[in-house]
């Protein structure tokens, strides 16, 4: 009697070439299976993520501008950061158009910031390192264009809220907005 010098027994004969399709695709079907069911149970927590309603009710603000008189300025809170109402005078429009040809450090001529040529309305955060700019209160310092000045780090912005001097790398950011009628402004 010959006996198998070979510890382990003989492997089982291959698999026949419908079986392991059948085994392939059972595989691919599990694991999609797996990936579905897996998004699903997540998707309860990703939709915690998005905002609720009391905040989408404050997306947007409603600001009545029929009392402002040329040359005044107004700060509203839109999103936690201030809102500058600039109701311009005929000499601050002038001025602005007049420095569209300038060497601007961020280029973008006065048309394209405003909807209405005496209404500027910009987002009040220095595009430097985020502080509020000087400029909306009487007395306070304009900067050298007579714009807005941010005293943290010298930044100045002209009647367009456009930077001219200082370390701002950007103009002030306009916001989103629309005009419902002469006397009100829709933020947001």
């Known amino acids: 009697m010959i006996k198998n010098s070979n ?15 059948r085994r392939d695709f ?3 079907a599990t694991g999609a299976v797996a990936g579905v069911g897996a998004a699903l149970a997540a ?15 404050i997306s947007a603000i409603e600001v009545d501008i029929a009392q402002m008189q040329r040359g005044q300025r107004l ?14 005078t005929q000499a601050q429009i002038d001025q602005a158009r007049a420095d569209d040809g ?27 390192l985020g ?25 100045h912005y002209d009647t367009s ?12 950011y306009l916001p989103p907005y629309k005009f419902l009628d002469d006397t009100r402004l829709q933020i947001g």
């Not at 502080?131 to 930044?155: A, I, M």
């Open 7 to 21: 510890p382990h027994p003989p492997s089982a004969p291959a698999q026949s070439g419908a079986e392991g399709e």
């Open 26 to 28: 059972l595989y691919i």
């Open 43 to 57: 998707w309860p927590f990703i939709d915690s993520l998005n905002p609720t309603a009391d905040v989408l009710a």
């Open 75 to 88: 700060t509203v809170a839109w999103r936690g950061s201030p809102v500058f109402i600039d109701y311009r």
């Open 102 to 128: 300038a060497d601007l450090i961020d280029p973008q001529r006065d048309a394209d910031r405003v909807q209405r040529a005496e209404w500027l309305i910009v987002i009040g955060v220095c595009t430097h």
């Open 131 to 155: 502080c509020v700019p000087l400029g909306q209160r009487e007395g306070d310092q304009l900067g050298d264009w007579g714009g807005w000045f941010c005293p943290c780090h010298g930044s």
């Open 161 to 172: 809220g456009r930077i001219r001097k200082g370390p701002a790398p950007k103009n002030l």
